[in-house]
């Protein structure tokens, strides 16, 4: 590889000044053209059509947080992909949900996994959940001129702060601008239905377990409503993909405990294919 | 005015090495042994921020002894070279064989540059695999060879004769509390024979541990757990390993 071995194989200079502890500034001052906001784009007119990942929801409960997406990629009309992961662990106690343009988005994830493990590597010490999102913040706006051409990356971060001992969200525009939300949140295209659900069924008192099973409902609801979200594939065995953050870490639910609580939720269905209903006063 | 005195090429690299070699000698050591479950390395270090012993990647760890400055940007350096190169190819594209290299060439380069101070530190790179025979351990001097090692290595100070007491001792397939009881023992050797006695607190204690379900191998043994370890291998060497110690 050119950027690590010159001439004499030594370790380039910038490999060895002291000073930040970012992977992404490193990047920055030795190989810039790896930084993906660095690419130019070529003048375009109407839209491209690419893969793109849909509904992310995320909800607080006591002790934790869940992070969970639907698996459904979409090209213009067409299903680009059926069993695709948005949701990934960005560090031990964290991760990140994915909508948006799927090829930048998750080339945007590989790098701030990266920089959270460059920092506790060089620091000895992890970043706070606040700096961890802002860092999040930074690189999306890295990625503003892209966004701008329609090719937009709208993440959910959510994690375990282990200082305060409780669960966080963090949603994001395409500017960075970063807000933290209370209870729960929503991006991607089914959003708007996710978040009417958990609106109603949400209850700060839920346990884990319950919450899963509210999150399965809203995802169950985008599906319903929007055709680029993905519901639970009962043939393919494709489920949504859970995540959950506690005091013990980023945890995955397994597979056959999702099954378990979509085919509940979509028993429920067939009874009642609105879902739930929440109480009029 | 005065044309400077002839030093043959011998001669300023025989005193480059000394100095190398002075600096070195100053330092404590660090021991690295193989051990079933991984590579442990036990440095002593009364510092909890200062580490001797760190993670550079997924399976690599980085063990220094010398100026703390020069092995610290050494160690930077690594991990961005790792993290760099893992993000442009794969994760399973970094191996402790390349970083090695290119630390050898950067201390030989260093070395041997007439404008530059030669670094006064040794590394240890050690890469842990699937099985303990697919583990490398690499030990690289100040002046930039490479040496491949096995079963247990010591770096610093007093490392011949920690090398040669330990490569006495050192058995394949030891469980941890003993690998990590062999390794306090030879460190509280002094050169002139006499014993001193380490405690948790004055040690560095960190493992390559191939059954960690994460895919980072690298962790730590602070405060109880390193106590524990310690007291458990203690209580048992008192009542068996005692015709050995007779022998010296």
Redesign the interface.
């Known amino acids: 590889?050119e950027?690590?071995?010159r001439s004499?194989?030594?370790?380039p200079a910038a490999?060895?000044t002291?000073g930040s502890s970012s992977?992404l500034d490193?990047?920055g001052a030795?190989?810039p053209e790896?930084l993906p906001g660095n690419r130019t784009l070529p003048a375009l007119k109407g839209a491209v059509e690419l893969p793109h990942g849909t509904t992310i929801v995320s909800a607080v409960f006591d002790g934790g947080v869940i992070l969970a997406g639907d698996r459904r990629a979409t090209m213009g009309n067409v299903i680009a992909q059926r069993d695709m992961e948005k949701v990934f662990p960005a560090d031990e106690y964290s991760a990140v949900g994915i909508a948006g343009t799927a090829g930048l988005a998750v080339e945007m994830v590989?790098?701030f996994q990266?920089e959270l493990?460059?920092y506790e590597?060089?620091e000895?010490a992890t970043l706070s959940l606040e700096g961890k999102a802002n860092r999040l913040s930074t690189m999306i706006r890295g990625n503003l001129s892209m966004a701008l051409q329609g090719l937009a990356v709208v993440p959910l971060f959510a994690g375990y702060d282990t200082d305060r001992e409780k669960g966080r969200i963090f949603s994001y525009d395409v500017t960075g601008g970063r807000s933290e939300e209370t209870g729960f949140a929503a991006t991607g295209s089914g959003s708007v239905y996710a978040r009417g659900t958990l609106k109603k069924i949400y209850r700060k008192d839920l346990t884990e377990r319950q919450l899963s099973t509210a999150v399965i409902q809203a995802l169950y609801d985008a599906a319903d409503e929007d055709s680029a979200t993905g519901g639970p594939d009962i043939a393919r065995r494709v489920y949504p993909l859970i995540t959950v953050m506690t005091e013990d870490g980023f945890r995955r639910v397994p597979d056959s405990e999702v099954a378990a609580l979509a085919r509940e939720v979509i028993d429920g269905r067939l009874e009642r294919p609105d879902g739930p209903q929440a109480q009029v006063l | 005015m005065s044309t400077p005195f002839y030093v043959s090429p011998q001669q300023a690299m025989a005193d480059r090495a000394e100095y190398a070699r002075k600096g070195i000698a100053r330092g404590r050591s660090v021991v690295v042994l193989q051990y079933t479950d991984g590579i442990v390395f036990v440095a002593e270090n009364p510092s909890r921020a200062l580490h001797k012993v760190s993670e550079i990647y997924d399976r690599i760890a980085f063990a220094a002894v010398g100026k703390y400055n020069e092995f610290e940007n050494l160690r930077i350096g690594g991990v961005r070279y790792a993290d760099l190169r893992g993000y442009t190819y794969d994760r399973d594209d970094v191996t402790a064989r390349g970083l090695a290299n290119v630390y050898a060439q950067t201390l030989g380069t260093i070395f041997s540059s007439v404008g530059e101070k030669p670094y006064e530190v040794e590394l240890i790179v050690a890469e842990v695999g699937a099985a303990p025979e697919d583990d490398q351990i690499y030990r690289l001097p100040h002046d930039g060879s490479i040496v491949d090692e096995h079963g247990a290595v010591a770096v610093g100070g007093n490392s011949d004769q920690i090398g040669s007491y330990l490569d006495q001792r050192h058995r394949d397939g030891m469980t941890l509390a003993e690998a990590l009881a062999l390794a306090v023992e030879s460190l509280s050797r002094d050169t002139n024979g006499s014993d001193r006695q380490l405690t948790a607190e004055q040690l560095e204690v960190a493992v390559l541990d191939r059954t960690r379900p994460q895919a980072r191998k690298f962790k730590r043994i602070l405060g109880r757990q390193l106590t524990r370890l310690l007291e458990a291998e203690s209580a048992a060497t008192t009542t068996t390993d005692d015709p050995s110690d007779e022998e010296e």
């Open positions: 590889m950027a690590n071995s004499t194989g030594r370790l490999f060895l002291p992977f490193f990047l030795h190989s790896l590989r790098l990266l493990e460059h590597k060089i000895g």
